[in-house]
């Protein structure tokens, strides 16, 4: 049998890094066929209507109020990432109309609070021709944890950058 010398822990600034290389390789999705009113110049002019936001996961690890709080974020920040996407769009909080995009924040809460933890932000784009897209990213809890109150807004920014 070989004895292989036993690993060195980690530094806490080694660690602090590995955890920052990990939030930048985050794992990212959007479907492989885009539909074609996904472009620039259809989002930019795009009336967008944010839906209730979800808390998917394991959403007991926050209390109710905390629970209320991070869904008025999400809403918030996710419609202020994409005002600030596109400028020229128009964000409404009243009915649908025929040519609105509906957009659902969803956060998939981790099965537990653990710093080397991750989540998934997520922004589902239902568009009135009857397509769908998701566009999701992961992130670490401890890159979320330094944002603190901003956590949602920078999640939805970086969603919002990888949008046509």
């Known amino acids: 049998m070989v004895r292989l010398p036993h690993p060195r822990p980690l530094s806490a600034a080694a660690a602090l890094a590995l955890l920052g290389l990990t939030a930048a390789l985050a794992q990212t999705s959007a479907p492989a066929t885009l539909p074609a ?3 620039h110049e259809r989002l930019s002019q795009a009336t967008f209507v944010i839906a209730d936001p979800e808390i ?26 994409l005002k600030r996407r596109y400028p020229q769009a128009v964000l409404s909080s009243g009915a649908i109309s025929s040519n609105a995009i509906r ?62």
């Not at 394991?58 to 008025?72: E, T």
């Not at 397509?131 to 919002?160: C, E, H, M, P, Y």
């Open 103 to 164: 957009v659902t924040p969803v956060m998939e809460a981790p099965a537990a609070l653990r710093p080397w933890s991750s989540l998934t932000a997520s922004l589902t784009f239902d568009l009135p021709e009857g397509s769908t897209v998701v566009v999701k990213q992961r992130f670490s809890l401890l890159t979320l944890w330094q944002r603190g109150s901003g956590a949602a807004n920078f999640a939805f920014d970086q969603i919002a950058n990888r949008l046509p």
């Open 37 to 39: 009113a996904w472009t």
């Open 56 to 81: 998917r996961g394991n959403a007991g690890l926050v209390n109710d109020s905390q629970r209320a709080g991070i869904l008025k974020a999400m809403r918030k920040d996710s419609g202020d990432a």
